[in-house]
Structures are given as C-alpha cells and as structure tokens.
C-alpha cells in the first residue's frame, strides 16, 4: 500500500482526484482518503513537525498496513536559488530544532533529482543551499518506524525562493505546482511500490 502524507488540502488536491480518494469517515482526528481498489491512502497533516508526525502515526493506526508499505511525504519547500515548480527528493532531511537527521535511501532508478532538506520550526525566507521546509522532519521520524529507509521518502516541489519569497504563495498556485509534476509523482509511487514488492 502507498501512504502520502500531505500537509495541506491544496498540495493534496491532484493526488486525490488522480486515484480517487475518499473522505475514510471512521477518521476523526485527521483527514483521511483512501482508494482500496489502488492500494493508496491520503492523509492531510496540517502544519509543522508535530502534526506531520502525528498524522502519519494516526494514518498508521487506522489504515490497514504492513511493515513494507510505502510512505512518501508530498508538499512545498523554498529554497534559495532553485526555480519554481521544480521537484526533488530528499536524500538528508535534517531537524533543525534538535539537529537530528535522516537518510532517506533511493535504490531506484528515477528522474527526480536529489538535495538537502531541512525541516523548520517557524517559516523562513532566509534561504539557504538546502529546501526549507517544515514537515518533512516530523514525517520521517515516526515512518521510519513502520517501512524501511528504501520505502520511506519526501518529495517537495519547490514553491518559493530568494525573488519569489513564502509570502506569494496561494492554495491556487500549490495546486497548480502538484499537478504539473503529478505524473512524476505517481510514477515514483508505482516504482517504490514494486520494490516494495521484491522486499517483501
């Protein structure tokens, strides 16, 4: 099964519509979609660390999951000099209020290009050589204890940057920014999700 953990409606949006989710009514503490046809569940966080690493415990909880599912953390990030709407995948996401750090590991062959992230307290628009962002942290901290690093990772799709700071960004344009890298994104999912297969 596929988990995508994301913090907003907005960044949730195409993912939804792409595999055609649905409201899970027995949640009550998180939004939750699923599709049991596709094996997919969705799971809004809202934001920050601490909501990331609930929710993804919470979708833990209630959906149906193995040890080998796939977990991937979807959403927004800024980044100095990057141009936006571009995508990568983090291969070192560090916690910038304890410094601690994880290494999420790709042994796929994919397109997606890799770089640093770091998971923020507050939002910043003092950019860096690393993605900020500010839930990735929290994800990875509570997936890594129900999949491996192979099956666990976090996909940002770069929103904001050095001329175009945090503030400008919209619902409108989060959506937009997913949709356009969408067939990517499910592209991955599919390929995590056969290696997950040759695991188990």
Same mark, same amino acid.
Request: charged share 20%.
């Given at each position: 099964?596929?988990?995508?953990?994301?913090?907003?409606?907005?960044? *949730? /949006?195409?993912?939804?519509?792409?595999?055609? $989710?649905?409201?899970?009514?027995?949640?009550?503490? !998180? /939004?939750?979609?699923?599709?049991?046809?596709?094996?997919?569940?969705?799971?809004?966080?809202?934001?920050?660390?601490?909501?990331?690493?609930? *929710?993804?415990?919470?979708?833990?909880?209630?959906?149906?999951?193995? +040890?080998?599912?796939?977990? =991937?953390? $979807?959403?927004?990030? #800024?980044?100095? /000099?990057?141009?936006? #709407?571009?995508?990568?995948?983090?291969?070192?996401? %560090?916690?910038?209020?304890?410094?601690?750090?994880?290494? +999420?590991? &790709?042994?796929?062959?994919?397109?997606? +290009?890799?770089? #640093?992230?770091?998971?923020?307290?507050?939002?910043?628009?003092?950019?860096?050589?690393?993605?900020?962002?500010?839930?990735?942290?929290? !994800?990875? *901290?509570?997936?890594?204890? !129900?999949?491996?690093?192979?099956?666990?990772?976090?996909?940002?799709?770069?929103?904001?940057?050095? %001329?175009?700071?945090?503030?400008?960004?919209?619902?409108?344009?989060?959506?937009?920014?997913?949709?356009?890298?969408? %067939?990517?994104?499910?592209? &991955?999912?599919?390929? =995590?999700?056969? =290696?997950?297969?040759? $695991?188990?």
């Amino acid at each position: 099964m596929i988990h995508f953990i994301c913090a907003l409606k907005c960044e *949730a /949006s195409p993912i939804i519509e792409y595999y055609r $989710l649905s409201r899970v009514k027995r949640a009550v503490l !998180f /939004s939750v979609y699923s599709n049991s046809s596709h094996n997919i569940s969705l799971t809004i966080t809202g934001i920050g660390k601490l909501a990331a690493a609930a *929710a993804t415990t919470y979708s833990y909880s209630i959906m149906d999951c193995s +040890p080998g599912d796939v977990w =991937l953390n $979807l959403g927004m990030a #800024g980044h100095r /000099s990057h141009a936006i #709407g571009d995508i990568y995948l983090a291969d070192r996401i %560090e916690d910038a209020g304890n410094t601690l750090v994880w290494y +999420p590991q &790709l042994t796929i062959e994919s397109d997606i +290009p890799r770089a #640093g992230l770091l998971s923020l307290d507050r939002p910043s628009t003092d950019y860096g050589n690393v993605m900020y962002d500010m839930e990735a942290a929290g !994800f990875i *901290a509570s997936a890594c204890h !129900f999949t491996t690093a192979e099956l666990s990772h976090s996909i940002k799709i770069i929103s904001d940057n050095q %001329e175009t700071p945090a503030g400008k960004i919209t619902a409108r344009k989060a959506t937009d920014l997913v949709a356009s890298k969408k %067939e990517k994104i499910i592209t &991955l999912a599919s390929q =995590l999700e056969d =290696l997950s297969r040759e $695991l188990k």
